[in-house]
């Protein structure tokens, strides 16, 4: 059974600092999505990865993604208070029919204390 | 472009009974998908449409829910009955094609259901 394990869980960090958001997973994958939910709201799409070494940024953050390490990164740069939510990663995982359906990670709450 | 409509929005039931939620997804949207989130988990994949048909449906418990999608369009899921740990958010989402990975799914707001 494929599992995604996130790490940290939880991340209180305060405003102008830098951390790094961990995606591990069990199997082969070259296609990893990064989400972000807001309290009480859906899910938003960040970034879609498909293949090694992609890295791709927008704004505070940056993603990448090492198949053969089985490992993604969410990196935050000089954190601000409006990126405070819970960030999910998904490694997609192709099913017989050639779909493909997403295994999601726990989440990580991200907090950013002024 | 409108997004991904759920309803209701909220529901309170007691345990035993039965609930129904509705998903209309993005116009155009082959592919639709139900998954549970729990409280501090994850969403959890419980079944995947291909227009009308189920693609996936493995982690779907098949003894008290049940989904269908007829048309191809909107989507319904039941729970019958209803147990404690049945409380989740239900979230709808959609695709605009099965087969390219560089697109994303698009999901609804959600439907809060608690079991008490």
């Known amino acids: 059974e494929l599992k995604v394990e996130q790490n940290p869980l939880f991340l209180s960090m305060q405003e102008g600092k830098n951390y790094t958001i961990y995606c591990n997973y069990s199997t082969t994958s070259d296609r990893l999505y990064w989400y972000r939910q807001d309290p009480g709201k859906s899910l938003e799409s960040l970034f879609v990865l498909l293949s090694n070494g992609a890295v791709k940024q927008e704004g505070r953050l940056m993603a990448s993604l090492d198949t053969k390490a089985r490992l993604s990164t969410l990196h935050i740069t000089a954190a601000v208070h409006d990126l405070s939510a819970t960030y999910f990663c998904?490694?997609?995982?192709?099913?017989?029919?050639?779909?493909?359906?997403?295994?999601f990670g726990q989440g990580t709450r991200l907090t950013i204390n002024p | 472009e409108a997004g991904v409509a759920q309803s209701p929005r909220y529901k309170i039931i007691e345990k035993r009974q039965s609930v129904a939620f509705w998903c209309n997804p993005i116009?155009?949207?082959?592919?639709l998908y139900w998954y549970q989130q729990i409280l501090g988990q994850g969403p959890k994949l419980l079944i995947q449409?291909?227009?009308?048909?189920?693609?996936?449906d493995s982690q779907l418990p098949k003894d008290r829910f049940s989904a269908e999608r007829l048309k191809g369009v909107d989507s319904t899921l039941k729970i019958q009955p209803a147990k404690l740990e049945d409380s989740a958010v239900y979230l709808c989402a959609s695709l605009p094609r099965l087969k390219r990975p560089q697109e994303t799914q698009y999901f609804g707001p959600g439907t809060r259901l608690l079991v008490l």
């Open positions: 116009s155009g949207h082959a592919t």
């Open positions: 449409f291909q227009n009308n048909g189920v693609v996936d």
């Open positions: 998904a490694v997609g995982i192709i099913l017989i029919q050639g779909a493909q359906k997403l295994v």
